[in-house]
T-cell receptor, first 115, second 114 residues
Framework: AQKITQTQPGMFVQEKEAVTLDCTYD???????LFWYKQPSSGEMIFLIY??????QNATEGRYSLNFQKARKSANLVISASQLGDSAMYFC????????????FGAGTRLFVKA | DVKVTQSSRYLVKRTGEKVFLECVQD?????MFWYRQDPGLGLRLIYF???????EKGDIPEGYSVSREKKERFSLILESASTNQTSMYLC?????????????FGQGTRLTVV
């Protein structure tokens, strides 16, 4: 069975500093994808970054990077130079490519960026 | 732009009613999903479908059923609504192609069962 664990219900970060949001996952499938999504107070789900299980390098997208440690089943999101607009809920997800593309989400981390 | 549209933004239903939540996507995606989102619990998968007429149970299928008669449409059915099904329901779709297969979400339906 797939499982995602996000152990930080809430996080605070000072504007312009970096922050790491933790995510550990569990899946028995050898082929999978890891995703991070942002959900601002408006409610829409915004895709941020993707890491494939066979990708050797950590994914980066602008100020977002994914610290992928496969052996530890860890996929932490790093946001550099935090901005006030980064205040939102952040969800980690795993998609199994041998399980009909079943996609499971974690409980989320609420990030507060302080001015 | 990929568009996933849910039929209602807000719904209020009575206990025991049969409730239909509709979701339509316009990007020819193979996979479609229904989640419910509750504070502190994140998004929990109810059902998903990877092809027309195919459906798979997620983590919390009890009290729900689904229908996928056409590729673009995925319906969630609450057979007999109960107050513990009051929640935000999110529909999503994704492709099974190569490369990044992120999910695209609808705007959500906030269902209140009274």
């Amino acid at each position: 069975a797939q499982k995602i664990t996000q152990t930080q219900p809430g996080m605070f970060v000072q504007e312009k500093e970096a922050v790491t949001l933790d995510c550990t996952y569990d899946t028995s499938d050898p082929s999978y994808g890891l995703f991070w999504y942002k959900q601002p107070s408006s409610g829409e789900m915004i895709f941020l970054i993707y890491q494939g299980s066979y990708d050797q390098q950590n994914a980066t997208e602008g100020r977002y990077s994914l610290n992928f440690q496969k052996a530890r089943k860890s996929a932490n999101l790093v946001i550099s130079a935090s901005q006030l607009g980064d205040s939102a809920m952040y969800f980690c997800a795993v998609c199994s490519y041998t399980g009909g593309f079943k996609t499971i989400f974690g409980a989320g981390t609420r990030l507060f960026v302080k001015a | 732009d990929v568009k996933v549209t849910q039929s209602s933004r807000y719904l209020v239903k009575r206990t025991g009613e049969k409730v239909f939540l509709e979701c339509v996507q316009d990007m020819d995606h193979e996979n479609m999903f229904w989640y419910r989102q509750d504070p502190g619990l994140g998004l929990r998968l109810i059902y998903f479908s990877y092809d027309v007429k195919m459906k798979e149970k997620g983590d919390i299928p009890e009290g729900y059923s689904v229908s996928r008669e056409k590729k673009e449409r995925f319906s969630l059915i609450l057979e007999s609504a109960s107050t513990n099904q009051t929640s935000m329901y999110l529909c999503a779709s994704s492709t099974s192609g190569t490369g990044v297969t992120e999910a695209f979400f609808g705007q959500g339906t906030r269902l209140t069962v009274v």
